[in-house]
T-cell receptor, first 112, second 111 residues
Framework: DAGVTQSPTHLIKTRGQQVTLRCSPKSGHDTVSWYQQALGQGPQFIFQYYEEEERQRGNFPDRFSGHQFPNYSSELNVNALLLGDSALYLC???????????FGPGTRLTVT | QKEVEQNSGPLSVPEGAIASLNCTYSDRGSQSFFWYRQYSGKSPELIMFIYSNGDKEDGRFTAQLNKASQYVSLLIRDSQPSDSATYLCAVSQDSSYKLIFGSGTRLLVRP
């Protein structure tokens, strides 16, 4: 039973650039949530996708956007990168009928 | 006031002892409560969830929920050095899909 997968593992970008992170949910899950985790902090909710639509959004600017594909996989796009966007980006998958969310290994983004 | 509060620690306990981790939350509409374990440099791993007042046991772990006091705790019995990690408390509110996390409590289990 494959768990949540994310790619890439690490990424280094320059300020102003754009980045795309990818996530495949756990088998049987149909919902994907994205979180940002700064060092020493708990994860912060960015948004959740279900049925290929953004179902809920956290307090993140429009530079953060996403997409969900028919196979339930998802992408997180961040435009005009800032130094403060450096963080661990976590994808969590769940089944819409349950509250439990399971995290992937994360993508460590460094903006220089 | 933060929505979910945890003592940052570190909480240091000897091997074999009971570790008690605590979490308070501010929204009385919170419905579901989760404990995640996060090793350094890794992603959070779901270890317990609880939805009703009272205790829920799973192996060496017991989650306790008191909605009247807006308090949730995690007990780890027979603590092992491998339990040394940061423990994150997370809450989901009624009619919301997001998890709200505390900043985590660092647990150190001394051999």
């Amino acid at each position: 039973d494959a768990g949540v997968t994310q790619s890439p593992t690490h990424l280094i970008k320059t300020r102003g650039q754009q980045v795309t992170l990818r996530c495949s949910p756990k088998s049987g899950h149909d919902t994907v949530s994205w979180y940002q985790q700064a060092l020493g902090q708990g994860p912060q909710f960015i948004f959740q996708y279900y049925e290929e639509e953004e179902r809920q959004r956290g307090n993140f600017p429009d530079r953060f956007s996403g997409h969900q594909f028919p196979n339930y996989s998802s992408e997180l796009n961040v435009n005009a990168l800032l130094l403060g966007d450096s963080a661990l980006y976590l994808c969590a998958s769940s089944w819409t009928g349950e509250d439990e969310q399971y995290f992937g290994p994360g993508t460590r983004l460094t903006v220089t | 006031q933060k929505e979910v509060e945890q003592n940052s620690g570190p909480l240091s306990v000897p091997e074999g002892a009971i570790a008690s981790l605590n979490c308070t939350y501010s929204d009385r509409g919170s419905q579901s409560f989760f404990w995640y374990r996060q090793y350094s440099g890794k992603s959070p791993e779901l270890i317990m969830f609880i939805y009703s007042n009272g205790d829920k046991e799973d192996g060496r772990f017991t989650a306790q929920l008191n909605k009247a006091s807006q308090y949730v705790s995690l007990l780890i019995r027979d603590s092992q050095p491998s339990d040394s990690a940061t423990y994150l408390c997370a809450v989901s509110q009624d009619s919301s899909y997001k998890l709200i996390f505390g900043s985590g409590t660092r647990l150190l289990v001394r051999p």
